[in-house]
């Protein structure tokens, strides 16, 4: 048996000139700008901080009250005004337009006794959905009535008021 040594190495090969590395490029350096030991850019400003925070607790509840940083913001603009959603997750599909998936016989915030607050107003505006504005640091907004054999995703945000 012959054995052909070189064969194909003129279809194959490709000349390519080696330059040496850029100082403050590391090889692979995903996400690292030419010039600069800094793995992000500094434009990118930090995330805002978080105004809420959900509580899961069990039985099928889960509380909503304020973090210290609303205490900062309620010094400086006296109130904020935010939206809480709610549905059962379904295994298998997808989380997109989660808000829109919800059920009315799996739960309903227009029941009696499924919304409690505390030092805060609160307004239901769909089965799965509420509206508050917060006064004080201290509020909480209680919501009972889950399922607890399913897992209920609950998202709660800041509202810009009108105006701003």
């Known amino acids: 048996m012959e054995q052909l040594v070189g064969f194909a ?11 040496p590395e850029t100082p403050g490029a590391k090889s692979g350096g995903r996400g690292i700008k030419l010039g600069t030991d800094s793995p992000l ?12 925070r959900i509580q899961r607790l069990a039985n099928g509840r889960a509380t ?21 959603w709610a549905a059962n997750i379904i295994f298998g599909s997808s ?5 829109k998936r919800h059920n009315p016989s799996d739960f ?3 029941d009696d006794g499924m919304v409690e607050g505390n030092g805060v107003t609160v307004k239901i505006v769909a089965p799965n959905s509420l509206e ?33």
């Not at 190495?9 to 080696?18: A, Q």
Request: charge should be negative; include cysteine.
């Open 9 to 19: 190495d003129d279809i194959f090969f490709v000349e390519k000139e080696v330059v």
């Open 41 to 52: 850019p500094p434009e990118i400003p930090p995330p805002a901080p978080q105004l809420f």
């Open 64 to 84: 909503v009250t304020g973090t210290d940083h609303l205490g900062e913001y309620l010094e400086k603009s006296g109130c904020v005004q935010g939206k809480v």
């Open 95 to 99: 989380k997109s337009n989660w808000r």
């Open 108 to 110: 309903d915030f227009r």
């Open 132 to 164: 508050f504005i917060a006064e004080q640091q201290d509020f909480s907004i209680e919501l009972v009535g889950f399922d607890p054999n399913r897992d209920v995703y609950i998202d709660v945000r800041k509202v810009a008021e009108t105006g701003q």
